[in-house]
Each structure stands twice: as C-alpha cells, then as structure tokens.
C-alpha cells in the first residue's frame, strides 16, 4: 500500500540551522559582509532541499498483520505478527509504531528494518495483547516517521490499514447441576442410527480433492485459514434454547458506548449476562446439547453483531459451533428501543411474545435477561410447557424488586433466581439447583 503523508517539519537540527542562517542574514546586511550572505543561503538551503527530497520521496510499503489465536478470549494473550516489506524507493531507516486502542496501553515502537531482516527486505515484528473487556478492536494502522540522511527534517506516513481483534467472553466453568444428565431431555441418548439428514446433522471436515465447492462451510474456512466443507453427520442430539434479552432498557443501569471498542453499548449487567450466555452454552454443548440461540422477540441472537460470522444462524453444535457463538458474541451490545407508538404494538414486537417453541424438540429452555416488568413475565408464563427444564437467571442491581416477576414465573413452572452483576455464574447456575429460596453470598434467589 502507497504510504500517505500526513506531516512534514523540521527536526532540532533543522530548526537550528534555519536560526543560525537568520543570523548570518542579518550580520551579512548590518556588516555588509558577503561570505555572510552565502553562508545564510547555505545554510537555509540545507533544511529547506531536504524537506523538498522528503516531499518528492514516496516510500511504498507492504503491511501485512495476523493474530494467533484468531479469536482471542477475555484475559488471554493474542499474539500479533507484523510484516513490513518496503517496495519502490529504498528506505535506511524509520521509526514505526503501532496503532493500538488505548485500552491495551503503549503502542509498540519499532526500527524499521530489523535487525534481522529477510532478503527480500521484510522485516517481521511481533508482541501480545491482553483485554479483560470483549469486543472487536481495530489495530493498526502503522506510523512511520522518516528523516533525510543529515537528519535535518522528517516526515510521518500512515502504512497500511486496520484490522479487527475479536475477544470473545471467555466460558466460566459451570458445577454439575441435577437438572441435567449424560441423557437428552427426551430421555434418550445421541444416536448413531442413519436417517435423513437435516441441518442440524451437519459438521465440518477438511476440504478432499473431489468435494464439490458447494459443499464449503465459508464460515468455518474463515476460521480454520483453510477449505472446510459440511458433512453430513448421522448423529442426533437435543437441543437447548438460550434466549438473551437485548433491550437497552432491561440493563440501563450504567450502560454507555465504550470508546475504542466500536461504541459497544454495554452494562455490568448486560457483560454478566454474556458471560452466562457462553458458560451455559459450552455446558449444554459439553453434556450433548446442541445450542439454539435467540433473542427476546425469538430473531437470531447474533442478527446485530458486527462480530458473528453469520448473522442469520441460530443453531450451534458441538465445538465449532461454540466458537462461532462466542465470536458473534465479542461484539453484541446492547439494542436502543424506540418510544413505543400510540396504540397497542403488534404481538410481534412484544419480547417474549413469539417463543412458542415450534420446530424445536422437547429440550432445556434458558432465558437470560434483566430488569423484567410483571406484565412481561406473564406474557413469557406460557413458555414454560414448551421445554423440559424451563431456567431463567434475572440479573440486576435489585433482585429484590423482582419478587413479583419471579412469583409469577415460578407459579408457571419455571425454576428461577434473580441474582446482582457480583454474584459469579456458576454461583447463579448452582441457585437454579435450589428448590427453596435462598441467600448466596453476592447474590439473591428470591
């Protein structure tokens, strides 16, 4: 990519003898010294060619930048290999840095070319990042300061471009609960028998010569760096249904646009919820669950993620499947819901309204989600007889406010608690194990 200038200015050295020509200029006119007068032509005319050869310089450069792993969860190191390879006009030298976002501190600074550099004139750079927060970060572009070979005058380009960090939520591990067992909800064990294949007795494998290109699972090749392509399974399982409230207003409690993340608009409690959502979703797929992920008005969970590889899915199994979830989730932040019009809103538009388990086998049912009014807890009521294990964790400042909701809930059949955004998920988990109610330390089943 061809570098563009963004400022060009004189250094120290430069500065100093533009002073010293201004000198020698007015000594040349108050003496009516001669030599003077060329000396301050020499000497202006050293810093001034030299920022005019920077102008004309056009240095072109090749940046190329990989993260390992691609997907990187909270907490852990990524790994980032920076390659630069100069083409065009020949470069002796540079200061380069790399754009980060401010949330992992310093940008790493670097001279440009390595030390050791390759043959072909790429030089490879490499150094980690950590976040404790999710999101989908833009790194990059590099900077590169340039000076002329008396060091008189410098210029700074921008090379290359940026590319996007995943940090997915990382799954917290989850104590056996009693509602579950090695069996499916419908009582039968994952079967090996072969039948008619459906989606969701899909997977991937490595691309062989011969498959035919209708077969590539694009969203796993991104993934994998190689063709993948979908192979028909003969393996059944149940499924368990995670719905995660996304409105705005059930988390509005400290919830604001975080910068350098892309504006995620997110809470404590919303980033709580997340987390249960990916814990209880490698928990269901561990105990032979396939996962179904929704939101409150039954849409694909990931419909508005900048992060998921396919908006539009919302079936998920085994261990591909969960990575694909948890990259969707990197970047999923909290939905504005506009002022409600005069009149009653279509049944459509009322959360929880359109989760009528059709299409889906008798299976555990999760619903994650915040604040909860008493009339939309008994809009969602019903839901209950469609799933084996209907569980719902309420996260919010206030449990205690949500008696009512969890009365109501819980006189349909759902096993509930209601816990704050400093109650661990495991812990939460383990409250919906509980048949009386309970106080737990960080949090409360009411």
């Known amino acids: 990519m061809e570098a563009a200038s963004v400022t060009r200015f004189f250094t120290p050295r430069g500065w100093a003898l533009l002073g010293t020509s201004a000198a020698a200029l007015l000594g040349a006119a108050a003496l009516g010294r001669r030599d003077l007068l060329a000396l301050a032509v020499l000497l202006l005319g050293l810093p001034v060619l030299a920022a005019a050869l920077l102008r004309l310089f056009k240095p072109g450069f090749e940046v190329e930048r990989t993260f390992a792993p691609p997907l990187v969860e909270t907490g852990t190191a990524a790994t980032v290999t920076l390659r630069v390879q ?27 070319p390595a030390v050791h550099a390759a043959e072909n004139g790429s030089s490879t750079y490499e150094y980690r990042l950590r976040s404790s927060r999710r999101g989908l970060y833009g790194i990059g572009p590099v900077t590169a300061e340039f000076l002329d070979p008396l060091g ?79 192979q028909e399974e003969p393996v059944t399982a149940p ?20 910068p350098g993340n892309g504006d995620l608009l997110t809470s404590e409690t919303f980033e709580w919820a997340v987390s249960a959502v990916i814990s209880c979703a490698v928990f269901f797929t561990e ?85 909860m009014t008493t009339e939309e807890a008994l809009v969602l009521a019903p839901a209950s007889r469609y799933a084996r294990q209907p569980l719902i964790l309420l996260v919010t ?12 809930l819980r006189d349909a059949g759902w096993i509930a608690a209601a816990v704050t955004p400093a109650t661990p998920v495991p812990a939460a988990w383990s409250l919906l194990d509980q048949d009386r109610p309970s106080v737990h330390a960080g949090g409360e089943q009411i």
């Open 86 to 112: 100069s083409r065009g006009a020949p470069v002796s030298g540079a200061v380069m840095r790399e754009g980060l976002p401010f949330r992992f501190g310093p940008s790493p600074v670097f001279r440009f």
């Open 152 to 230: 008189l005058a410098r210029t700074v380009h921008t090379l290359g471009g940026t590319d996007r960090l995943a940090v997915a939520p990382a799954p917290l591990e989850l104590p056996p609960s009693s509602l579950f067992g090695s069996l499916g909800t419908d009582g039968t064990a994952s079967s090996r028998r072969r039948g008619t294949p459906s989606e969701d007795d899909v997977s991937t494998r490595e691309y062989r010569y011969g498959d035919p290109m209708r077969r590539v699972h694009w969203a796993a090749t991104a993934r994998h760096g190689e063709l993948m392509v979908r």
């Open 239 to 258: 499924t368990a249904s995670i719905l995660l409230d996304q409105r705005l207003p059930a988390y509005a409690d400290g919830a604001a646009p975080l």
């Open 287 to 371: 105990a032979g669950f396939s996962v179904r992920f929704i939101d409150e008005l039954s849409r694909p969970g990931l419909a508005r993620s900048p992060s998921a590889l396919d908006g539009s899915e919302t079936g998920f199994r085994g261990s591909d499947g969960v990575l694909n979830l948890a990259e969707g989730l990197a970047a999923l932040g909290l939905e504005p819901v506009p002022p409600a019009s005069a009149g009653r809103p279509p049944d459509a538009a009322v959360p929880f309204a359109a989760l009528d388990g059709s299409g889906q086998a008798p299976g555990p049912l999760l619903v994650v989600a915040g604040r």
């Open 397 to 408: 400042d206030r449990p205690a406010g949500l008696h009512p909701v969890v009365k109501i």
